[in-house]
């Protein structure tokens, strides 16, 4: 079955109810999505969950035990690997280059491989800031510096789909951010990107998708408003007043939940249809408000209830 998107764009990944088994363990299981040019999603799940064994059958490294994937409109097993992995830029969790080849001589043989202009290396090293240690032995190469040439190497080309598997480990703030521009500037271009990661709260961020994933299984998938819209977790809304405490004994609305943090700030949760009404409430009641603060849940909170680990409700 191939999936339209809603703009009726054919997707570049369909995956329908695909599994993998290894030697009768269930590394995924009944997984469908699909992903369509110009968007980024993200997988995210525990250790072990099958984000990278899902990676590695879209790029045709392994096959499904079940159902059907499609990359390009066609099965890659099928189409041919080769071909397809021209169009992919691909960033395993590990990598590892020739120590004793200079950098820019690791991209230009990658180039080859790839069958994509070698001559524009040296400005696909400058883009990751790598210009000044072009042509510096590996081995002489900070751990920052191999995740750059990394990324350059899954750069080459501009292809049209980027598959990064846990790309942003390890690396400074600096270098996180300076990755997730190279990403959006891709996606701005129309490149779709799929990546794994466990940093949380820089990925709600820049992330179109999330697919959360738990023991081989899709457990949740949408935006981060979507997510936050079927997980109904609590807002909290932390005010500080020096009334603050009146509100721990006073009449409150029904199902809001009250804690005192300190002398003058409580915390106030409710269910997030109702936060606009519970603002009122804290306005019209005269305690001398100072500052109020609302927190929405966030990816790893969002997470960890997908996980089971929280209350749904206040
Ligand atoms: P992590 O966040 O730790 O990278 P992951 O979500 O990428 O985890 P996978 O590497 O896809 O997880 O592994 C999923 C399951 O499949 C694990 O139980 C793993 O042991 C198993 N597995 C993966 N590759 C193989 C293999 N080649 N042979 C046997 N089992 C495998």
């Not at 080769?82 to 991209?107: N, V």
């Not at 129309?190 to 940093?199: D, K, R, V």
């Not at 820049?206 to 977790?233: C, F, K, M, P």
């Amino acid at each position: 079955m191939t999936h339209i998107s809603e703009v009726g764009q054919a997707p570049l990944i369909d995956i329908d109810r695909v599994g993998k088994t290894f030697h009768g363990d269930i590394a995924v299981r009944n997984v469908s999505f699909n992903i369509t040019a110009g968007e980024c999603v993200a997988l995210i799940g525990h250790n072990g969950a099958g984000k990278t064994t899902l990676m590695k059958m879209i790029l045709g490294l392994i096959s499904p035990s079940a159902g059907t994937l499609k990359v390009f409109g066609a099965d890659i097993h099928q189409s041919g690997r080769d071909k397809a992995a021209r169009r992919i830029g691909y960033l395993p969790e590990t990598i590892t280059f020739p120590p004793h080849m200079t950098g820019l001589e690791a991209l230009r043989y990658f180039a080859r491989l790839k069958e994509s202009p070698v001559g524009g290396c040296l400005d696909g090293l400058a883009v990751v800031g790598l210009a000044d240690a072009a042509r510096k032995r590996i081995r002489t190469y900070s751990k920052g510096m191999r995740q750059r040439l990394g990324l350059a190497q899954a750069l080459l080309g501009e292809p049209e789909l980027l598959i990064l598997d846990e790309p942003t480990t390890g690396l400074d703030p600096d270098l996180r951010r300076l990755f997730y521009a190279l990403i959006d500037e891709r996606r701005a271009k129309g490149a779709a990107i799929l990546l794994s990661s466990h940093a949380l709260s820089e990925l709600q961020a820049h992330a179109d998708r999330i697919i959360v994933i738990n023991r081989g299984e899709v457990v949740a998938e949408g935006s981060l408003t979507e997510l936050r819209r079927q997980a109904a977790l609590p807002v909290l809304i932390r005010v500080k007043a020096d009334g603050a405490h009146k509100m721990l004994t006073g009449a409150q609305p029904d199902g809001v939940g009250c804690r005192k943090l300190n002398g003058r700030t409580v915390e106030l949760t409710c269910l997030p249809e109702r936060k606009v009404d519970v603002i009122r409430w804290v306005a019209t009641c005269g305690y001398g408000i100072d500052d109020l603060d609302i927190e929405l849940p966030d990816l790893d909170r969002l997470y960890r209830h997908y996980r089971g680990e929280l209350e749904t409700r206040p």
